[in-house]
């Protein structure tokens, strides 16, 4: 079965400064997967996905995600944050890439300080 | 282009009732997906329609079904209701042939007291 643990509850940067988020993977196959973000009482947003085509993938809002089957890792980046970036963030694995059930991580909340 | 719209936004509701929450899918999607999300948890699936059938379904009890419509439009129905059932019902809308990129809706909040 395929799952996805996100390695940090919260994490918090200051503004400008990198952001790493940390996601590990398990698959019994190349999956597919995807980050979302969440603002507070929104719905989820799409930032990126990878689907196998390359793997250091470019989202919006200038995150992207390295895709790394060694490591079974797909951690996500920015090079610098911005306080519009603070929000709940979820790796996200597809149960059987055809479309169907995705299983989310437990999320990891940004905080952005000044 | 109009996303994924969900009603009603907010819901409250007590032990042992019915609630209808409704979904409509994303222009041109004809796959429309369910998720509950508890708070400070990530969305758990529920169930996904394609065809006006249920295609695929998660860990969940007979009291959560669904419906679509030939438009594509979606109903998630819960009987009896629970204390437990408060969350946030997210719809999700995709184009299953050709992609598998779920788009979501902003979400139902439902309060059982």
């Given at each position: 079965a395929q799952s996805v643990t996100?390695?940090?509850?919260?994490?918090s940067v200051s503004e400008g400064t990198p952001v790493l988020l940390r996601c590990n993977y398990s698959s019994s196959y190349s999956p597919s997967l995807f980050w979302y973000v969440q603002h507070p009482n929104k719905g989820l947003q799409l930032l990126l996905k990878y689907t196998s085509a390359a793997t250091l993938v470019k989202g919006i809002n200038g995150f992207e995600a390295e895709f790394k089957k060694s490591e079974?890792?797909?951690?996500?980046t920015k090079p610098s944050a911005h306080m519009s970036d603070a929000a709940e963030y979820?790796?996200?694995v597809s149960d059987d890439n055809q479309g169907g059930k995705l299983i989310f991580g437990q999320g990891t909340e940004?905080?952005?300080?000044p | 282009d109009a996303g994924v719209?969900?009603?009603p936004t907010h819901l409250i509701k007590t032990r042992g009732q019915q609630v209808t929450l409704r979904c409509?899918?994303?222009?041109?999607?004809?796959?429309?997906?369910w998720y509950q999300q508890a708070l400070g948890q990530g969305p758990q699936f529920i169930f996904q329609y394609?065809?006006?059938?249920?295609?695929q379904r998660g860990n969940f009890p007979d009291r959560f079904s669904g419906h679509q419509f030939p438009n594509y439009s979606s109903e998630l129905n819960v009987n009896a209701l629970l204390l437990g059932d408060s969350a946030l019902y997210l719809c999700a809308s995709s184009l299953l042939a050709f992609e598998e990129t779920q788009y979501f809706g902003p979400g139902t909040r439902l309060l059982v007291l």
């Open positions: 996100q390695l940090d509850s919260h994490v079974t890792s797909f951690h996500l979820f790796c996200v940004l905080s952005v300080k | 719209t969900q009603s409509s899918p994303k222009s041109g999607h004809d796959t429309v997906s394609y065809e006006e059938e249920e295609r």
